[in-house]
Every structure is written in structure tokens, then in C-alpha cells.
């Protein structure tokens, strides 16, 4: 990924809705898309997976990237087992 200020993020209406309907605030779903050092590989979804701490609860953000574009898809909550469980599964690797 680019330097967090070289690239532009693009809001999907379905990940606006998703983070309203889960009361996820845009602005820190950005600074955890920009400045998390926590990222992952889906090797499911062939998608990149950025973690990082919305107020308290820890969540995962699938997003898509091309050239200098970043498009997060969803948002969930997550636990560190969970993380874990995936990386040990294999569906998770370091990116």
C-alpha cells in the first residue's frame, strides 16, 4: 500500500450503510484503513484485511485496492482468537 496520505478511499453506499447500521463512525474506519500497521491476506476472498480498534471494540476491514484507489468493503467486529484461529488455518496470512 501506498503512503496513508497517497491514496483516496472510495465509500461504497453498501459499506456506508453497513458501518451506520453497526454504528461504526467513517472517520475512524479511515484512520484505521490509513495508519493500521495490522494487515492480513484473505486467502479466501483474495482480499486485503486491515484490523485496528474502533473506541473498544477490535474490528476487520476487508477492502479492495487498485492503483492508488482503496475501496473497504465491510466491517465486522472480531477478537484476537479469532484472527488467530485464521492465520493458524491458513485462511489468513501476513501482508
Not at 484503513?33 to 476487520?60: A, C, M, N, P, W
Request: glycine content about 6%.
Amino acid at each position: 500500500m501506498n503512503s496513508p496520505e497517497k491514496f483516496s478511499i472510495t465509500w461504497t453506499n453498501y459499506m456506508k450503510y453497513r458501518a451506520k447500521l453497526r454504528g461504526f463512525d467513517l472517520a475512524k474506519i479511515e484512520d484505521i484503513i490509513r495508519y493500521s500497521t495490522e494487515r492480513y491476506f484473505d486467502t479466501i476472498t483474495q482480499r486485503t484485511i486491515v484490523v485496528g480498534r474502533h473506541d473498544d471494540k477490535l474490528v476487520l476491514i476487508p477492502y479492495e485496492e487498485k492503483g492508488n484507489e482503496v475501496t473497504p468493503i465491510t466491517i465486522h467486529t472480531t477478537t484476537r482468537q479469532q484472527i488467530n484461529f485464521r492465520l493458524k488455518a491458513g485462511r489468513f496470512r501476513h501482508g
